[in-house]
């Protein structure tokens, strides 16, 4: 339980960088008498890029804190996981797919489509976690568990009457298990030229306003950190040193 606590104080933050730049810019921003006076200053052009610096790194730094939320939590989840005995699960593309085939089979969802909730997990030691819209009711949502080459029984997640449902789900059909292997070897190669770096042991998706994001979106290194995005499919989307 604390550790989906804790996903969701991360992607809590994530939601408010928004609101979070905005009440920053607003600060910033001269809106009193003596901002307006500096404003009238000669020396306004300079004013404006001071500000504008500020306000970036402002936003730089939210989004950072966000990123490490994230990311601790993904650490502490997977320490649990990672003392299985490793199969090189995160590279079988053959046993992903027959993952996402058992998923797919399943009697409950004979006929109807599958949307994913709010997160996905996939571990090294062959273990999958994923949230999955009721298939019945679109407001309950259930959790399953992928361990010994088959799908537990769902298990009922409580949820708030303010957790956004409907921007939290993507179908099935709109993403592939295999995708969790592409990441985890473009991942591990980036990670072989960064001294320190350490190959992945689980990589995940999340998902806000109906869009995915595939984590993680650091490799860290004895000296150095990159940051890491991928497109929805697992390929390389961007790849820089912090």
Known sequence: MKKILILIMGCSLFLSCEQISKSISETITPTDTIGKKEADKPNTESFEKSQAEAIAKAQADVQTMVNT???KHSTTYTQSHTEGK???????????????EALRNLPQYAGKEIFIYSTLYFYNDGTIN???????????VDAYEFRDNK?????PIQLSVHDDIKGRLISLNKTSFVNAATITD???KKAQEIEGA???????????NNQIRWYPASINGSRERYSIQFND????KAFKQD
């Open 86 to 100: 490793a199969i090189n699960f995160l590279t079988n593309k053959q046993a992903l797919k027959k993952a996402e």
């Open 69 to 71: 939320v994230i990311e």
């Open 151 to 155: 799908w537990s029984e769902p298990r």
């Open 130 to 140: 994923v949230m999955l819209q009721h298939p019945e009711n679109p407001k309950y």
């Open 198 to 208: 350490k190959p992945l042991t689980s990589t995940y998706l999340t998902i806000w």
């Open 233 to 236: 499919n697992g390929t390389l």
């Open 186 to 188: 473009i991942y591990n």
